[in-house]
Each structure stands twice: as C-alpha cells, then as structure tokens.
C-alpha cells in the first residue's frame, strides 16, 4: 500500500513539475503577446512624418531603429529554434519603403515569428545549450532573455523619438 501511495506521490509530482514548466512556455508567450502590443502602440501613436526622425545624424531613424529591433527578434529567435529565418539577417533594416504601414507590418510580423517560435519550444528544450550567432554559450531561455532585453531597450529609447515628434509616448504597460 505504501508503494503504491509512493509513486502516485511521485507521477503527481512529475504532472506538476510538467505544468509548472508548461506554463512557464505560456507565461514566454504571454509576455511577447504583452510586448508586441506595447510595441503597436509606439508604432501607433507615432506621426507619419515621425518615422524618419533621427535626433542626430548619426542615430537611427525611429523606422530604422524599430527595424533593428525585428532584425534582431528574427536572428534570436531562428538561433533559438535552430531553424532558418524566414528574412536574411538585416534584410529589415534595408527595407527602403519606411512608411508607417510598412514599418507597423514588418515590426509587428517579426514578433508574431518570436511568439510561433516560442510556442515550439518545450519546457525541457529551454534548458538546452546553444552557441548564440556562433560565438556566445548559454541556455535557449537565456537567449530568449537577452532578446526580450534587446527588444526592450530599443524601444525605450524611440520614447524621446516620440516625444521629439510632438507626440506622447504610451504608458507603461508592465502588466
């Protein structure tokens, strides 16, 4: 009786060790679902004549530097997968039609591929190693980090694009 308590205790412990890290790929997604639609809204709510902005030179345009941005969720996330980019690397950026249309399409159709990707990985293949553009060492959820962390930060700092185009930046969507 004992035995056979001891390993209904184990599989409930193996079934909630597998949802737990189940969800953990669900709450990846949530994330980038949450991030790509904070990323609409500074596409939305930055003027046409906007895109082009650069408030020097030698910075990014807006349209560029959220063109780097896809760039990057590409390249992560075929690294990721192991899989090939549907987009060569910077083919993004070198997009010559910069309108707002564009941009918004392209911007938004790189984080639908780092969500289907996300959505292929299981729990235990986020633990794998991989070397990263063939030169960093580190797990595939640590390479998903530093992708959303890249991601992040570009689009933090088209807040002062928008705010130099006259227009108001989203609020905070943390949640």
Not at 28 to 38: C, G, S, T
Not at 118 to 130: A, G
Request: hydrophobic residues 40%.
């Amino acid at each position: 009786m004992k035995t056979i308590r001891l390993v209904a205790f184990l599989f409930t412990l193996i079934g909630l060790s597998s949802f737990a890290k189940a969800q953990s790929i669900d709450e990846i997604v949530k994330e980038w679902e949450r991030a790509k639609a904070y990323t609409k809204e500074y596409l939305d709510v930055m003027p046409e004549a906007g895109y082009a902005l650069k408030p020097t030179p030698e910075m990014r345009s807006f349209a560029e530097q959220l063109l780097h941005l896809t760039d990057a969720n590409y390249g992560f996330a075929a690294a990721i997968t192991g899989e090939k980019s549907p987009i060569g690397f910077g083919e993004s950026e070198k997009t010559t039609d910069k309108s707002k249309a564009n941009i918004s399409k392209l911007v938004l159709a790189g984080y639908d591929y780092v969500i289907a990707s996300v959505k292929k990985l299981t729990p235990t293949q986020l633990s794998e190693q991989i070397k990263l553009f063939g030169q960093f060492e580190m797990t595939k959820r640590a390479a998903l980090d530093k992708l959303f962390e890249h991601q992040t930060h570009h689009r933090g700092q088209t807040t002062v694009y928008i705010r130099l185009a006259g227009a108001k930046p989203p609020q905070e969507k943390l949640f």
